[in-house]
Structure formats: C-alpha cells, structure tokens
C-alpha cells in the first residue's frame, strides 16, 4: 500500500510567526507554491498560510493602492495574524488512499506532514497530479491504452 511518504513533497518552505505577510508573498510567487507551513524554531508545525489568505489579507486592487504601498502594507502584517491553526495533518505513514479522501473531502488544496510535531513535509494536489500522470505513461508504456477512471464518489 501506498503511503503519503512515497508521494509528499519533503522539507516544504515554511514561515515562522514573526514573518510578514511581504516575504509569505514573496515565496509564493518565487516558488509558484500556494501553501507555506508556519513552524516554531523548532521545526514544530503551527499552522498554514495559503494563497487564499494572502489573498484575503490583502487591500484590493479596486482600492487603487501602488505597489510600493501594498508591500508596506504587506510587511506590516506578522504572518502569525492570518495563518491557520485548525489544519488537519498526515503523518508519512497514513495511506496514500486516506490522504486523497481528506483532500478530496474537505476540498483541501494540501495536507502538512508531520511526525509528533515535527514538520516533515507537504502533500499537495500537484503531488497527486505527478502521481496521476506518472501512472497513465505506466500504462500507456504497458500498451495499454485503455483508461477507465471509476466512478466519481461524493
């Protein structure tokens, strides 16, 4: 069986608390990623920052602020006052199987990983497309051309 540590992405970027909202953008944008796990000195998970928080943080466009302005703004702003604390984690050992039934549930975008408390890494909906693609060129290597996804579930 297929665990989530065959799949994750191990050693994500992460935040602390006293980061700012400028440099969670920063990442984001320079590492084309949509979640930053928020540790302690540690390596202790405490939390998650996603795009949509970002987002959510952020004065809107119709606001007409300049840039130079918006990234004040934005390095005002400790990462620890918009990151999420309620975030269900994985460890390297759940199934692969049970992972993709929490995303897929919760229409979450990813899940940290973590061992006790220790941050190991991040699963995320790119994890589970590599895997999907990877998977299809196996069968298409196979000869088999003949793909049958199964039903979707509620």
């Known amino acids: 069986m297929w665990k989530v540590r065959d799949v994750m992405t ?7 608390d006293s980061d700012d909202l400028y440099l969670a953008r920063s990442i984001m ?7 930053i796990p928020i540790v302690d000195e540690d390596n ?3 939390g998650l920052v996603t795009h949509r928080d970002i987002l ?19 390095a005002s702003i ?3 006052a918009i990151k999420r604390t309620d975030v269900k984690t994985v460890t390297p050992d759940t199934s692969l199987r049970d992972a993709a039934e929490i995303l897929y549930k919760h229409k979450y975008g ?11 890494g991040i699963l995320t909906e790119a994890d589970f497309l590599k895997l999907t693609m990877q998977l299809m060129d196996s069968l298409d ?5 003949e793909f049958t996804p199964t039903q979707r579930t509620p």
Do not use: N, W
């Open 78 to 80: 400790p990462i620890e």
């Open 10 to 16: 191990p050693d994500p970027y992460a935040m602390r």
């Open 44 to 46: 202790h998970f405490r």
């Open 29 to 35: 944008q320079l590492g084309r990623i949509r979640h």
């Open 56 to 74: 959510e943080a952020t004065v809107s466009k119709l606001a007409e602020v300049d840039h130079s302005t918006q990234a004040e703004l934005d």
């Open 110 to 120: 990813c899940l940290p990983v973590v061992e006790g408390e220790i941050l190991v």
């Open 141 to 145: 290597a196979d000869g088999s051309t």
